[in-house]
C-alpha cells in the first residue's frame, strides 16, 4: 500500500457512512410538508400585499410528477459539472 493511502481510504469510509446516515435519517428527521422558497414567498407577498398582480407570467410549470425528476437532473447536472473541475484541477501537473 502506498503511503499515507490507510488515512485517505479511511477517511473515505466515514464520509460514506456519514452520507448513508444522512439519507437514512433525513426522512426521519424532516417532518411535515415540503414547502419551497418560491410557494413561501409567493405566500408572505399574499399576506402583505393582497392586491399585487405578478408582472410576469411562467411560461411553462412542470408536472407534480416531473418536478422531482427535473430538481435530480439539476442536482446531477451540478455534481457532474464540480467533480469534472475538481479532477481537472487535481491532475493539473504542478508547476
Known sequence: ??????????????????LAAAFVLAPVVISGEFAGTDDQATDAIGQLRPDYKPWAAVPWE??????????????????????????????????
Do not use: C, D, K, N
Open 62 to 95: 412542470p408536472s407534480e410528477a416531473a418536478e422531482p425528476w427535473l430538481f435530480a437532473l439539476q442536482a446531477a447536472l451540478g455534481v457532474g459539472f464540480i467533480a469534472y473541475f475538481a479532477y481537472r484541477h487535481r491532475r493539473r501537473p504542478a508547476g
Open 1 to 18: 500500500m502506498r503511503e499515507g493511502a490507510l488515512p485517505m481510504r479511511i477517511g473515505r469510509i466515514v464520509l460514506y457512512i456519514i
